[in-house]
């Protein structure tokens, strides 16, 4: 019972409540829209432009996670300006909110079109951020006013308005980043606590420039009108080429590490894409045990890179099975591995994971060893890739594996490893109590 609460899949939850924020806030809003005045629609229509586009304008940060900050930030800032008509009547949060998720939805959908994918979950989840937002600001009254009302009374003193903005902002981003952890940990198959608590601490820094953006979009357009828009979405817009270009230098990075764990491949000494396998594998168990996107990050090079010490090997060992081999080899290619790759200078971390790859579980058990957790799961992983085959499928390999719990392999990598297959064969694994 405690494993299937830990991995409440709410996904389908979120995407009614994503369809449904949409359709509310166009219902809403149809009686509101006709009785804008010229200059209020106009800004509103510049402000969906803004969503939009900058909705297709998504990078994928370090930690994997998937952002538009150009559309949160031009979100935030119409769900916290001050638009009114001339007869200062407020702009209800329905139409700010219709506003936004039109902008959204098309912006997915020119992405759809024009990349033939796009996930929907960061979407969902900036929609439900800034409605909140928007929710907040101009709907719940503090003191038998809203926070609107009170930015008007408070006119003289912008920066009590500029904390409340800023207050709402990370109310705002703390409801972004759950959602978005939430849709995550459903589609990853990964502990839902864990991972919300992973998204937040991972995108503090930019949370803060986005809730700080948006703030400062707010304010001013109090004093420049529109213009407010593009005068604080350009550095964003430079920070998105600043990532966009991080991001390619970290898939050449991470092709390098690929091509470099392919030699053994070439060079007859391991099965045929014997290590992306492992790699695949070992992220597969280390995100469903709960790991963090960084650690995740070492244990994929660490897997890809595990067999590198076979280089040194005067002969190969049959099929490059490691597993078969005497633990005296099997060290021997773990440091080699390790001192490999530790000639990079950057990799001391994924160093560390190799060397350590071979250790016996029972050291840890026995004698206290302080054996990373993204070593157990290389050996583990490994192991079955050596021991599968073709005609036995996985079942000779589990049964191996198994002889050796709790002596060469970490019971809870062992466990891990079942619910791993068990959802790759579609089937969901049993409660263990």
């Known amino acids: 019972m405690r494993e299937r609460l830990r991995r409440i899949d709410l996904r389908g939850a979120v995407g009614v409540l994503f369809a449904g924020s949409v359709l509310v806030s166009l219902w809403l809003s149809l009686g509101s829209v006709g009785r804008l005045a010229g200059g209020v629609a106009l800004e509103l229509l510049l402000f969906l432009v803004a969503i939009a586009l ?245 244990l994929e090079y660490a897997a890809l890179l595990h067999d590198l010490g076979q280089v040194a090997l005067r002969a190969p060992i049959p099929q490059g099975a490691t597993v078969m081999a005497a633990p005296a080899d099997q060290q021997r290619i773990a440091h080699d591995g390790a001192e490999i790759v530790r000639t990079t200078g950057v990799l001391n971390n994924v160093a560390t994971i190799l060397e350590a790859q071979t250790t016996p579980y029972r050291q840890v058990r026995e004698f206290g060893q302080d054996l990373p957790m993204s070593s157990r799961i290389i050996k583990v992983a490994n192991a079955y890739d050596d021991l599968s085959t073709p005609a036995d499928g996985d079942e000779r390999a589990m049964e191996r594996i198994h002889l050796g719990l709790g002596y060469e392999y970490d019971p809870r990598v062992v466990d891990s490893l079942t619910r791993v297959l068990e959802r790759r064969r579609g089937r969901t694994p049993l409660s263990t109590g």
């Open 54 to 298: 900058g909705e297709t304008a998504r990078i994928t940060i370090l930690t994997g996670r998937e952002t538009a900050p150009m559309s949160t930030a031009a979100a935030l800032g119409l769900a916290l300006t001050a638009l009114s008509d001339p007869g200062e009547r407020q702009v209800d949060a329905a139409v700010v909110v219709a506003t936004i998720s039109v902008g959204m939805v098309g912006g997915l959908l020119i992405l759809r079109l024009v990349t033939g994918s796009a996930r929907w979950g960061g979407t969902a989840a900036r929609l439900l951020a800034a409605a909140s937002a928007a929710v907040i600001y101009r709907s719940v009254e503090f003191s038998d006013h809203t926070l609107i009302q009170w930015q008007e009374i408070w006119r003289s003193e912008r920066w009590l308005v500029a904390i409340v903005m800023l207050v709402v902002g990370t109310v705002a981003m703390v409801v972004e980043l759950t959602v978005e952890a939430t849709v995550r940990a459903g589609r990853d198959h990964a502990p839902l606590v864990r991972s919300i608590v992973d998204g937040v601490r991972s995108s503090g820094g930019l949370a803060t420039a986005l809730v700080t953006s948006g703030a400062l979009i707010a304010l001013a357009e109090f004093a420049v009108g529109v213009a407010a828009l593009p005068l604080f979405l350009f550095p964003l817009l430079l920070t998105y080429f600043a990532v966009q270009r991080y991001s390619s230098i970290r898939t050449t990075y991470r092709q390098t590490i690929g091509a470099l764990s392919s030699l053994t491949d070439r060079a007859g000494y391991t099965r045929t894409s014997h290590a992306e396998r492992v790699a695949e594998l070992s992220v597969a168990v280390g995100r469903d045990l709960g790991m963090g996107q960084r650690e995740l990050t070492d």
